[in-house]
């Protein structure tokens, strides 16, 4: 049974979808106004963890993820740099995108806001119609927070002082705390005709539009980071249920904990940003990955190389364990009759495939998770590698594949080469171990050494053993 913390009740349920074997899900993408960051990269692959299990588990998951590709940051960047806004956008939506293919995520839906301009101007009409906003003198258009009696039961906040939103034109809202659906336009800002007037739409209303249009009016999971509880999150709640006339408008909320640096968020303000592209060329998308499991989705993530380190070794570890486990397979016999240490180990196998699906069925508690993984590797490496049995050997790396379906880090690795390739090239380095056996058996150690090492620079690693040498794929 999965069970999944839900921020709207503030408790562990039970998830069970609006449509049997489907789950409709949105996640808040970026505001294209800069590169992507580490702290978006957190969200987006704790998030893809999530998805990735659901699907394991049989669900049809739809995923849509939102591109802002209009906003007052990006209006900003673009007369601090005398561009264009859309050559901004256009830009950092490309870097978007590159980081995303880069860590294996895929996204069914990727909307623009400029895209929906239509729809918006639709949603905004229903509100002022329904009375729950309304124009002011400028023909900007706000959200009544005062007409929506449920305003808060999101972030906790329903006293109105804490509400008060960041928006202009403070002196024209009938309440400090009412946000903007419509902005008039500026000179020199882009604008598109309305209603109202010329203008913009406000930053909250496009993902309550955009995600109603792509999953309707009622869907399974809303999903970002942690900072989006208030207010953005608060406000969308109130735009779709407010025009949809609908209760909840979304089952689940999930948000995703803050990456820190030295115990502080990572924040442009406090200079502490590291780029994904950078990060990804440092430490690789799939260190990147491990090390994102290794914390709950809900807790802070601490970035340090400690924590690099301990993914960089695993996901070598799990390499040598998809290699030594495929070549076993390769070369072994089925078996008619298993050794009772054979069985043992097929059971210690079932138990750690059980204690990852219970782990991963509470809240998605990776951590827990991470720890069947690497007690997997143990197995492999413990009874598996020094005693190969096709048996053994194929339901463990069965049990990778699985693992790998959500980690995500192995499927270039568990992807074999044409079978006539790989038969040409392991016959070649067989050849080059039998030649250094026989040099070692003559004691010329410094050339059986040489040969080791030349391997080792391939990616083929030597094991020694009394009673002869193997080798196996390595990272």
Same mark, same amino acid.
């Given at each position: 049974?999965?069970?999944?913390?839900?921020?709207?009740?503030?408790?562990?349920?039970?998830?069970?979808?609006?449509?049997?074997?489907?789950?409709?899900?949105?996640?808040?993408?970026?505001?294209?106004?800069?590169?992507?960051?580490?702290?978006?990269?957190?969200?987006?692959?704790?998030?893809?963890?999530?998805?990735?299990?659901?699907?394991?588990?049989?669900?049809?998951?739809?995923?849509?993820?939102?591109?802002?590709?209009?906003?007052?940051?990006?209006?900003?960047?673009?007369?601090?740099?005398?561009?264009?806004?859309?050559?901004?956008?256009?830009?950092?939506?490309?870097?978007?995108?590159?980081?995303?293919?880069?860590?294996?995520?895929?996204?069914?839906?990727?909307?623009?806001?400029?895209?929906?301009?239509?729809?918006?101007?639709? #949603?905004?009409?229903?509100?002022?119609?329904?009375?729950?906003?309304?124009?002011?003198?400028?023909?900007?258009?706000?959200?009544?927070?005062?007409?929506?009696?449920?305003?808060?039961?999101?972030?906790?906040?329903?006293?109105?002082?804490?509400?008060?939103?960041?928006?202009?034109?403070?002196?024209?809202?009938?309440?400090? #705390?009412?946000?903007?659906?419509?902005?008039?336009?500026?000179?020199?800002?882009?604008?598109?005709?309305?209603?109202?007037?010329?203008?913009?739409?406000?930053?909250?209303?496009?993902?309550?539009?955009?995600?109603?249009?792509?999953?309707?009016?009622?869907?399974?999971?809303?999903?970002?980071?942690?900072?989006?509880?208030?207010?953005?999150? $608060?406000?969308?709640?109130?735009?779709? $249920?407010?025009?949809?006339?609908?209760?909840?408008?979304?089952?689940?909320?999930?948000?995703?904990?803050?990456?820190?640096?030295?115990?502080?968020?990572?924040?442009?303000?406090?200079?502490?940003?590291?780029?994904?592209? $950078?990060?990804?060329?440092?430490?690789?998308?799939?260190?990147?990955?491990?090390?994102?499991?290794?914390?709950?989705?809900?807790?802070?993530?601490?970035?340090?190389?400690?924590?690099?380190?301990?993914?960089?070794?695993?996901?070598?570890?799990?390499?040598?364990?998809?290699?030594?486990?495929?070549?076993?397979?390769?070369?072994?016999?089925?078996?008619?009759?298993?050794?009772?240490?054979?069985?043992?180990?097929?059971?210690?196998?079932?138990?750690?495939?059980?204690?990852?699906?219970?782990?991963?069925?509470?809240?998605?508690?990776?951590?827990?998770?991470?720890?069947?993984?690497?007690?997997?590797?143990?197995?492999?490496?413990?009874?598996?590698?020094?005693?190969?049995?096709?048996?053994?050997?194929?339901?463990?790396?069965?049990?990778?594949?699985?693992?790998?379906?959500?980690?995500?880090?192995?499927?270039?690795?568990?992807?074999?080469?044409?079978?006539?390739?790989?038969?040409?090239?392991?016959?070649?380095?067989?050849?080059?171990?039998?030649?250094?056996?026989?040099?070692?058996?003559?004691?010329?150690?410094?050339?059986?050494?040489?040969?080791?090492?030349?391997?080792?620079?391939?990616?083929?690693?030597?094991?020694?053993?009394?009673?002869?040498?193997?080798?196996?794929?390595?990272?």
């Amino acid at each position: 049974m999965l069970r999944i913390y839900n921020t709207l009740t503030r408790r562990v349920e039970e998830f069970t979808p609006l449509t049997p074997g489907i789950v409709k899900s949105y996640f808040c993408g970026p505001t294209v106004y800069d590169y992507t960051h580490l702290g978006h990269v957190r969200a987006y692959v704790a998030f893809d963890f999530i998805k990735r299990y659901m699907m394991l588990k049989g669900y049809d998951f739809i995923h849509v993820q939102n591109i802002t590709d209009l906003d007052d940051k990006i209006i900003k960047r673009a007369r601090d740099e005398g561009k264009s806004w859309r050559e901004i956008a256009d830009y950092y939506t490309r870097d978007y995108l590159e980081v995303l293919k880069a860590l294996n995520i895929e996204v069914n839906i990727h909307p623009r806001v400029t895209d929906h301009i239509k729809e918006i101007i639709g #949603f905004i009409e229903r509100l002022i119609d329904k009375g729950y906003a309304y124009v002011a003198p400028s023909g900007s258009v706000y959200f009544d927070v005062s007409t929506f009696s449920d305003y808060g039961k999101l972030s906790g906040r329903r006293r109105a002082e804490e509400w008060r939103q960041e928006e202009e034109f403070l002196a024209e809202k009938k309440n400090p #705390f009412d946000f903007a659906l419509w902005k008039a336009a500026k000179p020199g800002e882009p604008w598109w005709e309305s209603p109202w007037g010329r203008g913009r739409p406000g930053w909250h209303i496009e993902c309550s539009v955009m995600s109603t249009r792509y999953l309707g009016t009622q869907f399974d999971i809303h999903g970002g980071g942690q900072d989006l509880i208030f207010p953005h999150h $608060e406000n969308e709640i109130a735009i779709a $249920e407010a025009a949809l006339g609908v209760k909840p408008w979304v089952r689940y909320w999930v948000h995703v904990g803050y990456l820190t640096i030295g115990g502080e968020k990572m924040s442009k303000s406090l200079g502490n940003v590291v780029y994904a592209r $950078e990060a990804l060329r440092k430490w690789g998308a799939e260190v990147l990955r491990l090390w994102i499991f290794s914390a709950h989705y809900r807790r802070q993530l601490e970035l340090n190389d400690t924590a690099i380190g301990r993914a960089r070794d695993l996901y070598n570890r799990l390499v040598l364990a998809a290699n030594t486990l495929m070549k076993i397979v390769r070369e072994s016999e089925p078996s008619h009759y298993l050794r009772d240490e054979e069985v043992k180990v097929l059971r210690t196998l079932d138990s750690i495939a059980t204690r990852f699906y219970e782990s991963m069925d509470n809240d998605f508690n990776t951590p827990k998770a991470l720890t069947a993984v690497h007690d997997l590797t143990t197995v492999v490496f413990r009874d598996i590698e020094p005693r190969p049995s096709f048996s053994t050997a194929l339901r463990a790396l069965q049990l990778l594949r699985t693992f790998n379906r959500v980690l995500g880090v192995l499927d270039r690795v568990l992807a074999e080469a044409p079978p006539v390739e790989r038969e040409i090239v392991e016959k070649l380095i067989d050849l080059i171990i039998r030649v250094r056996t026989e040099l070692r058996k003559r004691r010329e150690y410094d050339i059986s050494d040489w040969i080791r090492a030349e391997l080792g620079r391939l990616g083929i690693k030597v094991l020694d053993y009394r009673e002869g040498s193997k080798w196996v794929w390595q990272p």
